[in-house]
């Protein structure tokens, strides 16, 4: 078995500067800027979880030409924010990709990420690409930040993740897979997929993100 931990929600937001005055405002913390994705049209910013757990605020990326693909988790097709999906970092990337196929589920071969800090820095991953249906990843992908510093240490802290809850009508498939990693996540039985995170702010209040 492969102990694992979540390492980040992604939370697509057609507007991300709206996404991050909003969630500041009920919050009280501000997500800082990520970095620009090159070549897929989309930047974030980010709010740290907890040591090694952050939420992803993805958005569009006025400054890139509209990338032949479609933008990732739904993005070009949303009309307001939605968690879309959730990253895994397990013990060795390697090893969980072949955990996860022996429990039936082909997560795809890891590739190599890149993008640049505010500051220029370059920070790099290695992750399996998103398994995505109608713009929602319900398994996980997972990553590796290899070498670089975690977002969550150089991301706005004060938040943390509460709880952390999948929603699907067949689940049986995604808790072998997650066994199989070693992670335990709250599942609930529902006729339509979906997320949804309470996110804990300082004053011990939660706001609820859902799909």
Do not use: K
């Not at 040591?51 to 693909?69: I, K, S």
């Not at 004060?158 to 808790?175: C, Q, S």
């Amino acid at each position: 078995m492969t102990p694992a931990v979540i390492d980040h929600l992604v939370y697509a937001c057609p507007n991300l500067e709206e996404a991050v005055d909003d969630i500041a405002a009920r919050t009280g913390v501000r997500a800082a800027g990520g970095g620009q994705h090159p070549g897929l049209g989309t930047r974030n910013a980010l709010l740290s979880l907890g040591p090694r757990c952050y939420l992803e605020l993805l958005g569009p990326d006025p400054a890139q030409r509209h990338p032949a693909e479609p933008r990732s988790f739904g993005l070009d097709n949303l009309h307001g924010p939605a968690l879309r999906g959730w990253a895994v970092a397990p013990a060795s990337l390697d090893s969980a990709v072949q955990a996860a196929r022996a429990a039936g589920t082909d997560l795809g071969q890891p590739i190599a990420g890149l993008r640049h800090g505010p500051d220029g820095t370059p920070i790099s991953w290695r992750m399996t690409p998103p398994s995505e249906l109608d713009g929602m990843a319900i398994a996980p992908f997972l990553i590796d930040w290899e070498n670089s510093p975690h977002p969550a240490a150089q991301s706005p802290r004060g938040l943390l993740l509460a709880e952390f809850v999948i929603r699907m009508p067949d689940p049986d498939r995604i808790i072998a897979l997650l066994d199989a990693l070693g992670l335990t996540v709250r599942i609930q039985h529902a006729q339509v997929p979906g997320f949804s995170a309470a996110i804990r702010n300082p004053a011990g209040q939660d706001l609820v993100l859902s799909s």
